[in-house]
């Protein structure tokens, strides 16, 4: 993904949920999602440097870790924060 500004990007997760290698310059969340996963690199907007990080990206001959690594944004998980910060502000509330 080679955009100039994104927020979070969903096909960014969509793709580490696939365990697949990416590529994408620095935007939005990319970054903080990716970092840690071998197989996935951030790069500038030089097309020499794109081209550099797909050949990687290319080369790397075996599943990412990347489902693994976005365990944090499960819908479930998300859901229950939420509910726990209703619950709070609903407990502040009722005092």
Known sequence: ??????????????AMACNLPIVSTDIGDV????EKTKG????????????????KA???????????????LDNNLIA???IDIYRKINSKNNK
């Open 1 to 14: 993904m080679t955009s100039f500004r994104e927020g979070s990007p969903q096909f960014i997760k969509e």
């Open 31 to 34: 970054r903080d999602n990716i």
């Open 40 to 55: 996935c690199f951030i790069t500038s907007f030089n097309s020499n440097d794109v081209a550099e990080n797909i050949r």
């Open 58 to 72: 290319l080369a790397f001959d075996k599943p990412t870790n990347g489902r693994n690594d976005i365990k944090f």
């Open 80 to 82: 229950k924060q939420i």
